[in-house]
């Protein structure tokens, strides 16, 4: 069968999605990964297809001001306000741009689409020109109504009222997109995709005739566990992680620094580039002396700098986290939904270093399973609180031993090929 998947973000937000389109690719089937042109790799490593979507708005979170919103994003400033509004216009300005080039990557059909909850407004719409199925595919368990996780309007993990969840939702769906948005979809529905207006047009929820459309959840239900009021609609069978590049190999000084002492730390704190790299980078090279041990650091696109690494660090700009955890004593991270997930898997305590408040929230999950000690804020680090962390959660036998019970039951889980069970008997019926 012929599958599109739409998401958009940062790496941590699609490579779920690859993944998944890797899984249906090994499966047999035709599918293409619609995502910003950057990650086209991810898709293509695996035998998926690839169409890009303009990446503006992701180049635009590399802007220090960007950075530096989300680093106090639960203390707003003036200077905020007005990078908010900066993003919000930018948004609008790029949002028809994302919409054609969308319908652009369906030219060819498509037998079932999956969409990813950015601009799901108009993206649960292609698969109704198409006649298609389609199914909303998500890293969080916040857009099926519950009374054990919120909307989006409150985002916490399981740690809010439970007829204050419920009302949450309530009010979700109540809320519209902006005027500028329901605009722009509104146009394009009509002059692009043909279709004429009805009721409930924007509502990525249900299909054209009501019905709930099926949910995918891309994340473990031994760290989040599935609520029991959510229909039997609802898919929760582990996390989307993808597989290691068959033609990847890891340079022979990163083999040959793994195998010349004790495991080391891994640390990296993702594809945000953050305010001040090289303060970080000094906190990280502070912290690892100060706590004994030898560390990865992933740099990736420039949250970490260590010019001049000392002998116990090795400094690389991307490694594959499947490849790397597995080989290492501890993870120190930003809390993405996509290194947690693999370093549990792993087996690793863990130390999360959260940039915004997205992963606050999962950081603070990590710590209440038990795997990590309380997240550290990156706008709070120091070496010495770092080092603090470090040796709390390699040194309490507790973090590694949940660790590893977690990971035994994340080995459980059916993960991708479970999901690709899921749509080929939805595509069948």
């Known amino acids: 069968m012929r599958v599109l998947l739409y998401c958009y973000g940062s790496r941590g937000d699609v490579q779920p999605y690859a993944a998944l389109a890797a899984g249906l690719a090994r499966a047999g089937h035709r ?33 220090p001001e960007v950075q530096a919103m989300y680093l106090r994003d639960d203390r707003p400033t003036a200077e905020a306000k007005r990078t908010a509004l900066m993003l919000r216009d930018e948004y609008h300005r790029l949002y028809p ?49 519950s009374r054990h996780y919120p909307s989006t309007l409150l985002g916490s993990l399981g740690t809010a009222p439970k007829s204050l969840n419920r009302l ?19 146009a394009w529905r009509s002059g692009v995709l043909g279709l004429a207006d009805r009721p409930g047009a924007l509502d990525y929820r249900h299909g054209p005739g009501g019905a709930p459309l099926p949910v995918l959840h891309g994340f473990s239900r031994h760290i989040l566990a ?68 030898r560390a990865v650091v992933v740099t990736g696109w420039g949250g970490i700098t260590i010019p001049d690494p000392p002998p116990e660090i090795f400094v690389t700009s991307d490694v594959p986290y499947e490849w790397l955890l597995p080989r290492v004593r501890l993870a120190v991270h930003a809390g993405g ?35 990590a000690p309380p997240p550290l804020h990156q706008r709070d680090l120091t070496a010495d609180r770092l080092a603090a962390a470090i040796r709390e959660a390699d040194g309490e036998p507790r973090y590694r031993q949940r660790a590893r019970v977690l990971a035994a039951g994340m080995r459980g889980e059916g993960g991708v090929p479970a999901i690709v069970d899921v749509l080929e008997r939805l595509v069948t019926r």
């Open 31 to 63: 599918a293409t990964l619609v995502a910003p042109g950057r990650f086209g790799p991810l898709a293509t490593a695996h035998g998926a297809g690839f169409a890009a979507l303009d990446s503006g708005l992701l180049d635009l979170l590399d802007l």
């Open 97 to 145: 741009v994302l919409l054609r080039e969308a319908w652009e990557a369906a030219a060819d059909g498509a037998d079932l689409v999956l969409f990813s909850q950015s601009n799901a407004e108009a993206m649960h719409q292609i698969p109704e020109r198409l006649g298609a199925p389609a199914a909303l595919t998500v890293l969080y368990p916040f857009y099926v109504p």
């Open 168 to 186: 949450s939702h309530v009010v979700s769906r109540r809320r519209r997109p902006a005027p500028e948005v329901a605009e722009a979809a509104a």
């Open 226 to 293: 599935p609520a029991p009021d959510w229909p039997a609609t609802v898919h929760t069978h582990g996390a989307w992680q993808l597989p290691v590049d068959p033609a990847w190999q890891p340079a022979p000084e990163l083999t040959a620094f793994l195998a010349a002492g004790p495991q080391p730390l891994a640390v990296g704190f993702g594809s945000l580039v953050g305010t001040d790299p090289e303060t970080a980078g000094r906190h990280v090279a502070e912290a690892v002396a100060a706590t004994g041990h």
């Open 337 to 371: 939904t996509g290194t947690l997930h693999t370093a549990t898997a792993a087996g690793l305590p863990q130390v999360a270093c959260p940039f915004h408040r997205e992963q606050l929230q999962w950081s603070r999950r990590l710590h209440r399973i038990g795997v």
